[in-house]
């Protein structure tokens, strides 16, 4: 049998690049996997982690989702050469922390570009070739963020609720074509996400702006002396994907942690939400 064609976004670092070198070196070659990325400068990494996969059954290819141009190249390079794509893995995004006062145009444009309107484009153009051929994989990584709406974070989370949504909305009109999609929620992970926040504006994952209120301030402390829970690493978040993706009928949600499913757990358990924004609260270290 044919390997799969996997085409994965963002994969200069984390979880993309992670998933690509784990997909590449299965040993039953079942994948032929595109690692793309919107800079090429910043392929090194990728090439390193590689190692004998390279331009074997991983191939590096440019494609930046913001840009009609280079997703409609990369369609065509691919549809050309390859026949189409079998799996997508939507991974491609950028992070967004900042009270919600200061929020610029700029910054929303940015997040809203790349989390969604990116991964939407991108989706579009794979779903008519795993139509006709009746068969794929749309895996889209959302986040805990995707899940729990998190203070500061306002921006990020508002893109990740509506890849949810969209993915949730798609999943069954798609599966009546055997094309099955696939949400995986991560967090927190150790990659270089909050080192990239930082230079993206905002305040990034532990500033405390000066140009807001004194009460919004302390607020802001709290929740950063609260520290993350413990990071999971993209080899985790890869197998989890792997697995999604050999699954005969995968599950809409897959989160990777379960400190992340009893997270769903509350949204999905308390329809008025209240316990959900009670359990924030408290991860937060505003409950009194």
Known sequence: ??????????????????????????????????????????????????????????????????????????????????????????????????????????????????????????????????????????????????????????IYCSSKFAVEGFSEALAPYLKEFNVWVTLIEPGPVVTKFGENMENAGGMGLTGVSDNIDKETQELRKKQLSMGWSERQQSRDIAEIIQKAILSEKPHLRYQTSEALVKQACIKFQDPTGDSMVQAVTQMSGWDK
């Open 1 to 154: 049998m044919a390997p799969k064609v996997v085409a994965i976004t963002g994969c200069s670092t984390g979880i993309g690049l992670e998933t690509a070198v784990f997909l590449a070196s299965d040993k039953e070659k079942r994948f032929k996997v595109f690692a793309t990325m919107r800079n090429l400068k910043k392929k090194g990494d990728l090439e390193k982690a590689a190692g004998a996969t390279l331009n074997k059954t991983l191939f590096i290819w440019e494609l930046d989702v913001t840009k009609e141009a280079s997703k409609n190249a990369f369609m065509e390079r691919i549809n050309k050469e390859e026949g189409g794509v079998d799996i997508l893995i939507n991974n491609a995004g950028v992070g967004h922390s900042n009270i919600i006062d200061l929020v610029t145009d700029e910054e929303l444009k940015e997040v809203f570009d790349t989390n969604v309107f990116g991964l939407i484009r991108l989706t579009q153009a794979v779903i008519p070739g795993m139509k006709a051929k009746k068969s794929g994989r749309i895996i889209n990584i959302s986040s805990m963020a995707g899940v729990a709406g998190l203070p500061f974070y306002d």
